[in-house]
């Protein structure tokens, strides 16, 4: 029996995000160990030019860069004082 899981004749590839960096060193070492599993490299890099303006929404949103204002009037003495 194969125990490769392909879909049509091609290796299937995984996208694992990992947010705890401590973790990688062991999860390295685990996937490497298990029979025909490898690791390749990310050829396209992760940048905030290559999002999407909902990706930057929705990141902004994660990281509290957001304002709220009751109306347009509190909205503009917000940002003018």
Do not use: W, Y
Not at 55 to 79: M, P, S, T, W, Y
């Amino acid at each position: 029996m194969d125990s490769n899981v392909s879909i049509n004749n091609k290796p299937m590839e995984f996208l694992l995000r990992v947010e705890n960096i401590s973790l990688l060193p062991s999860l390295k070492k685990i996937l490497n160990a298990i029979d025909g599993v490898s690791i390749v490299p990310n050829t396209k890099k992760s940048s905030v030019k290559s999002m999407s303006g909902l990706d930057k929404a929705l990141e902004d949103v994660r990281c509290g860069r957001v304002h709220h204002a009751k109306n347009v009037d509190d909205l503009f003495e917000q940002i003018l004082g």
